[in-house]
């Protein structure tokens, strides 16, 4: 079971918390627990490094941060006490979660899980701070921001646990972001492959690297609210599984979208080969990751134009190397910023022809023009200008018939 | 060098700190830091543990609240960094610092400088997070409030460092309170025995643990302040040494007051063979320390009044555990909340006479009762009316000539 910063926000919230844990405990089961720190308090501590220095040691930072989870970890375990369950917190370096020497984003190696085998049996509930590990030179690690989730999977795989219940501000997964959509249905069931395009696309519920974590261990996962489900009730999350699992497959699951990509597009690059090639690289280089990309058929077998999206984020630095590169010769290096990225997800799209056919069809209806196309075995992606995003999302769910009055929850 | 809470308050103290760090590297000084949580930040922790249970598991405390200097040194490493110099933070359990088990009042057992022995020759500047240890069951321990001072004190011991300087909210330990007395003035040195005694009877500006610590370890703490002096200057402190190496042995040094203490006074006690050892027994049987003990003749032979002092925060706990014992048979118990104990200390006395008549003498003077004595080797302590403990203290400074004008510092 794992509660997010807004789920241990204060005392009041960490004991409801611990009345869900109880609930699972007297269900007869085992239970570990992996917590975040109290909502803002993290950004608190990054703060202060960032006043001491804007470019400072990862170790220390790493030091400092991880220090919300273990405060919450002791509350969370005095709270199971008070509850009458056997209970003790544990920190990274205590299990240990050992983990590599990438400070401020480290992967887990591994988890030693011996002790908590030989007490999680006996009725004592493990509570774990997430986000943190510890280096075989005995330094603190974190995981990188929302690493909480991953520490939970983690935990959950080394200690084969049935399943990971992830507790968060949201009740579940949903077709669509229910805040442009109200008809959007909350998904009971969605594949492991689904969730990382879900996810990657723009709903963020789950940290995308516990997801792929999750799917390479086999973990399923549950995404629940903490808030909305009063305390005993079965009101179920999303259950996240393996394709496997998954008897009948939806050909579109969800309509995902995401306005934290730009555009550039390269006018007049010449058309030899190599040159896809170079421009990469340079990005590269740059540490600029490039998502989808469109190479324009020469008109004159001279010179084509290139597009592709990178982070907003990432646009200045993008901009920058490419204007760096003396072997790109263009006519023009054009930006945009007022795109976004609509997907339509689902891994029974992989049988099914014509998914592409519909989404093109009703952003046509609409008059939203594409200017950029990528697709994969489960979702068709198009970048839209953003100014339509809201639209292209509210006609794609109904085309695809995921609005609530058309379809019976599972 | 030690930098308490409001040394530590926000970053921008801890820049200053940093500061003064610097100073010492540059003089060619190999140096050891050890902070306390920024002022405010255990007291939230501690409430929060306070807010989940009144009554909590001690080993989880000591995790939440130890969390505080975790961040403290982590910051403090990264301020020296950005000064140039090499630094790291070090929490309880990484240099090891070894404690027992009691848990909220941990004791030091040891700590292993193989660590820091390597790297401090090399111009590393070890941060080393107070208050707080690791069992050898790998729990954090805390050393109890004010730890940090003896954490400092303990790693001075270790590193066989050459001093101790303890940077705090007050520049120096004065001859007596300066809000009572504008004239008192700041000792540049004093004994071990003195300061325990200005300790233990009101002057806390340092825990009395770590003093008793230093004694024992033979390690000079000097007492400074982290705001007064300007980085770079050398106004010095006062420094805190063994008894023997005091040239000149001031007969009287300073003048200690504490109203932290409560009088009972048992009228008509049998006066009988063991009737004081069941007195104090019963009271340490509910953990009451007593302090002053006078026994007034007995008139007639056959009763007797026995009047003690206990902290005033036990005063309803010795009261009622003196109720509830049978085979006290008095006539009275009384209780007064209203007195303070007003001691003169000095190293010097041991070789000189006349002290305590000083004492009586000036309180006399000023028409001051006085209502039990108690004595040590460096001190004179009376118990007085709480109304005329400033008229007293001043009384007292001037007649052993403390004043500033009647002295020049040494």
Redesign the interface.
């Known amino acids: 079971m794992k509660f997010g910063g807004t789920s241990v926000a204060d005392?009041k919230r960490?004991?409801k918390a611990a009345d869900k844990v109880r609930e699972e405990v007297s269900r007869g089961h085992e239970v570990a627990v992996v917590v975040s720190a109290m909502s803002g308090v993290t950004n608190q501590?990054v703060d202060?490094?960032r006043?001491?220095?804007p470019i400072?040691?990862a170790?220390?930072?790493d030091?400092?941060v991880s220090?919300?989870e273990?405060?919450t970890?002791?509350?969370m375990?005095?709270?199971l006490?008070?509850r009458g369950i056997s209970a003790?917190?544990w920190?990274g370096?205590?299990i240990p979660v050992m983990c590599n020497t990438m400070h401020g984003s480290a992967r887990i190696e591994s988890i030693d899980t011996d002790e908590l085998n030989i007490r999680l049996p006996k009725g004592e509930v493990a509570v774990m701070a997430g986000f943190q590990g510890v280096t075989e030179g005995?330094?603190?690690t974190t995981l990188g921001r929302g690493g909480s989730d991953t520490s939970a999977v983690a935990l959950a795989a080394a200690l084969g646990a049935d399943r990971c219940d992830i507790y968060t501000d949201v009740d579940g997964i949903y077709t669509t972001d229910p805040r442009i959509v109200p008809e959007a249905r909350k998904l009971h069931l969605i594949a492991f492959e689904e969730m990382l395009e879900m996810a990657s696309v723009g709903a963020k519920v789950l940290q995308t690297r516990s997801v792929e974590m999750a799917m390479k261990m086999n973990v399923p996962v549950q995404v629940l609210s903490s808030f909305e489900a009063p305390v005993g009730s079965d009101l179920p999350g999303t259950l996240v599984v393996p394709e496997g699992q998954i008897m009948e497959r939806e050909v579109v699951n969800g309509i995902a979208y995401s306005k934290d990509e730009a555009k550039i597009t390269l006018v007049d690059v010449p058309d030899v080969p190599g040159i896809a090639a170079k421009i990469f690289e340079t990005l590269a280089q740059a540490n600029v990751n490039v998502d989808m990309i469109v190479q324009s058929s020469s008109q004159d077998g001279k010179t084509t134009d290139m597009t592709f999206t990178v982070p907003k984020a990432d646009l200045p630095r993008a901009m920058d190397q490419l204007g760096k590169e003396p072997d790109l010769k263009t006519t023009q290096t054009l930006a945009d910023q007022n795109v976004s990225k609509v997907s339509v997800v689902g891994i029974g799209m992989k049988s099914h022809a014509g998914v592409a056919q519909t989404m093109f069809r009703a952003l046509a209806d609409k008059g939203i023009n594409i200017q950029v196309i990528s697709t994969s075995e489960i979702k068709v992606s198009v970048l839209i200008s953003a100014d339509y995003t809201e639209l292209a999302v509210r006609a794609l769910h109904a085309a695809y018939g995921l609005d609530k009055k058309n379809k019976n929850p599972l």
Do not use: F
């Open positions: 005392v960490i004991e501590l202060y490094c006043q001491v220095s400072h040691d170790r220390e930072y030091a400092i220090s919300g273990q405060v970890a002791g509350l375990a005095m709270a006490q008070k003790r917190s920190q370096w205590q005995r330094r603190i």
